[in-house]
């Protein structure tokens, strides 16, 4: 009996012991003060650091490793480069070739994107518009010997999809390349040992085609036409080299579009209007048949998530929840005509916001947990000109509202929604696990311009840095950026 009660006892303290570690770790950001060109690292318990004293002209991107550390793409001292960045200290990665062998300039206005991170690799790629060519060197950066490289052959970029991916045990990095010599165009799949930096090519095509790839880049669905929409051809090429065609478009039927969600493989035929349906080829090999919605004309379907064999996709006309033994289930709407699914979705596919109308103003705004298929928040609109923001953190996300309204935090641990007040000229931009807020005020309200912890139960804010711009952060082990 009394053993029982100690281990109780003891397993509660423990449990206690580890949330409190856990709410109170510290964690560390950066900002700039453009002004003097300064740039600080700011813990969220009120520690400052000065990184730099001046010289600092713009930043183009922070991309978290840790709670402590960060790559940050920072225009210094007249220099645009990669750094490493810490709590206390900024070091230039080294490169192993001259700023004027990249194509588009690290300065660029479009900046540079993370494709893909497996520890201690990052690769950026440009971040281009659709309009400029479809090729450009990548970045690989190594964080462990504080090195960058480019890599010599051109990188295919691929719209909404994935050029490059780094294998599940981080041993390779496998990528899309683009063979400019050839006439027409030639495509290559590289896979590239990091160890050793040796490459093998997995395979060669040489026609007008489109690639997406799984998760870690082990199988490669080719899209390839020529001529017509009519003449359709779908085959997935695996590491081994081998080919196998899972589609081929007949003279008498309509097209069929394939398309990667993950490991799992989405077909259905855009054109169809009634008694439609939706395939599902899961990576362990199930075959789902979802029923589709009607659609006057047709509709393109974009697949968001998939659990638990229903799958939840966006078209035109709404978010769609699919069941195999259940109907269409409509589930919301597109916020606003302008908006799109990366600006709604959370980076692991489990969050998505809606709006309760297609008709402009919405009435509701609703956060949905796709995994349990619940309503999480549903926040009743009364402006004219509602605009909200969707920022998934790691401990939760953000609903920032851009108009005279509260914003609202959710909390992942606790599963808890609460209101963040109004404050014109300003963001809310990181859930910390305690549940406070950090916030950027710009000083054209009650609160002067720096950097502000949030305390939800005392409603107080609490400066932590005066007169600074906030850095906006990705998380690089959520993938979480504001859009």
């Known amino acids: 009996m009394w053993l029982r009660v100690y281990l109780i006892s003891f397993l509660l303290v423990t449990f206690a012991s580890t949330v409190a570690q856990e709410n109170d770790r510290e964690i560390w ?5 453009s002004s003097t060109g300064e740039l600080f690292a700011y813990s969220t318990s009120g520690a400052v650091t000065t990184l730099l004293s001046q010289g600092t002209t713009g930043i183009y991107g922070v991309w978290r490793i840790d709670n402590e550390q960060a790559v ?16 206390s200290t900024i070091q230039a990665f080294t490169l192993n070739f001259e700023l004027h062998d990249l194509t588009t300039p690290l300065n660029s206005r479009y900046g540079y994107r993370l494709e893909d991170y497996s520890y201690p690799y990052m690769l950026f790629t440009p971040s281009t518009p659709q309009t400029s060519p479809p090729s450009e060197p990548a970045i690989l950066i190594n964080l462990d010997s504080n090195q960058i490289e480019l890599l010599s052959n051109q990188v295919q970029w691929i719209p909404y999809g994935g050029c490059c991916h780094f294998s599940e045990d981080g041993r390779f990095l496998r990528y899309i390349v683009i063979e400019k010599d050839q006439k027409p ?58 080919v196998h065609q899972v589609y081929q478009q007949s003279p008498l039927e309509t097209y069929a579009d394939y398309d990667f969600l993950n490991d799992d493989l989405v077909s259905y035929q855009p054109l169809c209007e009634t008694n439609c349906s939706l395939k599902l080829m899961t990576g362990d090999g199930k075959i789902l048949t979802l029923a589709l919605p009607p659609a006057r004309g047709g509709a393109s379907v974009w697949p968001v998530s998939h659990f638990d064999n229903k799958l939840v996709i966006g078209r035109l006309d709404g978010y769609w929840l699919l069941s195999v033994d259940q109907a269409p289930i409509l589930i919301g709407f597109n916020f606003c005509s302008g908006c799109h699914l990366p600006s709604s979705l959370s980076p692991d596919k489990r969050w998505l916001m809606v709006a309760d109308s297609n008709i402009y103003p919405p009435h509701h705004v609703m956060i949905w947990d796709l995994q349990t298929q619940k309503v999480v928040i549903n926040i009743p609109i009364d402006s004219l000109e ?67 912890r949030y305390y939800p139960d005392d409603a107080l804010f609490k400066l932590i840095l005066e007169n600074v711009e906030y850095v906006p952060t990705m998380d690089v082990n959520y993938e979480s950026f504001p859009v």
């Open 72 to 87: 940050g793409l920072i225009d210094a001292s007249s220099q645009t480069m990669f750094y490493k960045l810490n709590s």
């Open 29 to 33: 950001n950066w900002a700039w003060r």
């Open 386 to 452: 509602p605009v909200y923001q969707m920022l998934y953190d790691i401990d939760g996300f953000i609903l920032q509202a851009w108009y005279e309204a509260d914003s609202f935090a959710y909390k992942f641990v606790d599963q808890m929604t609460f209101e963040l007040p109004y404050q014109s000229y300003g963001v809310y931009f990181d859930i910390l696990p305690d549940g406070s807020v950090l916030y950027s005020s710009l000083g054209n309200s009650g609160l002067s311009a720096g950097i502000y």
């Open 185 to 242: 165009y030639g495509f290559e799949l590289h896979e590239r040992k990091l160890a050793n930096l040796t490459e093998r090519v997995v395979f060669t095509h040489s026609s007008n085609s489109l690639f997406s790839s799984d998760s870690y880049g082990e199988r490669w669905l080719e899209l390839e036409q020529s001529g017509t929409i009519n003449n359709r051809v779908y085959n997935i090429f695996d590491l081994t080299g081998a």
